[in-house]
């Protein structure tokens, strides 16, 4: 062999070489994604675990306001299931009774190791971001989720809403299918930040956060009874202002054991699969599963309607017991300016006054302070009475004796006394926003005055 022919074939080995290092490495996942990916506490009591995608859509149907669909459709799967696209507001309706708790339901639990087998409920997806950030979403899928019952209820409230079923111990907010997240912020391949889903909303901390526990690397996730709402602590936490959400370290997962993986192009807003990191360099994928992404309906039964026997509703709030099925991952805001969705629910009008409630509860309305409040107000509206009356007697009594009001001539002052009077009245608060604005101009008092 020539020298020149070796070099040429030495050449061909290493383009050879380069190409696959190039195309395969498009299929990968960056080792960081797997090495600081969350581990998940589940609830020790939680009846609801992590649910295999595919077998979910094996147990539901697709149905449009709770009718079938006319048109024969073929058995769906992750490659398929956006064909339903070409309808709208299509729901994966449960085929079972959800009140009967059916195995598929109840999802698989994970075994000592955190490892779920024989299950994907899990789905990892990269989105690039400028300046070489990777945001990583962590999808979590449970097939049902059971929203909280009396006893998760903050004092007060839970007196307010006793009657009826839920005063047994009924749950509401209940839904089939059950889509939560982290999402973890890459920076040169190092986590700089991660979000929590919980519930309309959910949590952002940096890494080096004080209340995030990280472990060798990978940060602890703690998946509310039930709700799988995540927390970045156990114990009781407190939701929409009077609900709590149960975490415990019940079982240990891992949900990138069992995970399928893709990356979003924000261009072209198309997903393409990646090899889990135990595959690497093994080529392009042995799936695409891309459909699961794509399609837009919802993973879970529609509202069941108040005619339906199995529904009910919260006394004096009206919160139903069995809610709409979510979307699935598209709709989770993926491309994020911050750590947190771009855009954030607004706080309802109940929201709202509960929280105003829940506040002034402790410090002005419990036990014997709700007495002492009571009787200030009854003193305050008494004074008040008293004071429109006195102020309505004199204004009458000056009217007739001073005929009518007096307009100002040009010119004239009334200045002196009034000014006074607002000094004393208001020059501690004056100085108080003085302190708070360091940066004010010293205006020269009397010129504001005259
Ligand atoms: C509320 O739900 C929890 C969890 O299922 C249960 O342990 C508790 O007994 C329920 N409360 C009532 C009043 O039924
Ligand atoms: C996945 O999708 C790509 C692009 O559409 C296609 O070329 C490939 O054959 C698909 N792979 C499998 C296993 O279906």
């Known amino acids: 062999m020539s020298a020149r022919l070796i070099l040429a074939s030495w050449l061909l080995v290493l383009a050879g070489l380069l190409d696959f290092a190039c195309c395969s490495a498009s299929y990968d996942v960056p080792d960081y994604v797997a090495k600081h990916a969350p581990i998940v506490w589940l609830h020790s009591d939680d009846p ?31 490659d398929n299931l956006d064909l339903l696209n070409n309808y709208r507001d299509v729901a994966l309706a449960s085929n079972d009774d959800p009140l009967s708790n059916p195995a598929w339901m109840r999802g698989t639990a994970p075994d000592k190791d955190g490892r779920i087998h024989d299950a994907t409920p899990c789905v990892v997806i990269l989105v690039d971001n400028p300046f070489n950030d990777v945001d990583a979403f962590y999808f979590y899928f449970y097939s049902f989720d059971q929203g909280p ?36 912020r890459f920076k040169d391949g190092k986590p700089v930040g991660i979000w929590y889903s919980q519930h309309r909303d959910g949590a952002a901390y940096q890494w080096g956060d004080p209340e995030l526990t990280v472990t060798d690397g990978r ?23 009077a609900l709590i959400d149960w975490c415990d370290k019940g079982k240990k997962w891992d949900p990138v054991l069992s995970a399928y993986f893709f990356k979003y192009h924000k261009s072209n807003e198309i997903v393409t699969t990646l090899n889990p990191p135990d595959k690497k360099n093994s ?42 099925g ?59 009475g008293v004071g429109v009356k006195v102020a309505i007697t004199k204004g009458v009594r000056r009217y007739y004796s ?29 100085r108080s926003m003085e302190r708070d604005r360091p940066d004010r101009p010293d205006r020269d008092r009397g010129d504001e005055f005259v």
């Not at 979307?327 to 805001?333: R, V």
């Not at 001539?409 to 006074?420: A, H, K, P, R, V």
Request: aromatic share 12%; proline share 7%.
């Open 48 to 78: 609801y675990l992590p649910s295999d995608l595919l077998t979910h859509v094996q147990h539901t149907t697709p149905k449009i306001d709770g009718k079938f669909i006319k048109d024969k459709l073929p058995a769906l799967n992750l």
């Open 149 to 184: 019952n009396i006893t998760q209820v903050l004092h007060p409230l839970e007196r307010i809403v006793k009657g009826g079923k839920v005063g047994q111990g009924m749950h509401f907010g209940n839904h089939v299918g059950d889509w939560e997240h982290n999402m973890i």
């Open 219 to 241: 940060p602890t996730v703690y998946s509310a009874r039930g709700s799988h709402a995540n927390y970045a602590k156990p114990g009781d936490n407190i939701h929409d202002v």
């Open 283 to 324: 080529g392009p994928p042995a799936h695409n599963y891309t459909s699961l992404f794509y399609y837009d309906g919802t993973w879970g039964d529609d509202q069941l309607s108040d005619s339906d026997p199995r529904q009910d509703h919260v006394p004096k709030f009206g919160f139903r017991r069995f809610l709409d």
């Open 326 to 384: 979510p979307q699935g991952p598209k709709y989770k805001q993926i491309v994020r300016k911050e750590i947190y969705p771009n855009r954030r629910p607004k706080k309802t009008w109940i929201e709202f006054s509960a929280g105003i409630f829940m506040t002034a509860y402790p410090l002005a309305l419990e036990g014997w302070r709700g007495w002492v409040t009571f009787v200030f107000v009854v003193i305050l509206i008494f004074l008040l």
């Open 402 to 430: 001073k005929g009518r009001y007096q307009k100002l001539q040009q010119g004239e002052q009334i200045l002196m006394e009034d000014f006074e009077t607002n000094e004393v009245l208001f020059s501690s608060r004056d």
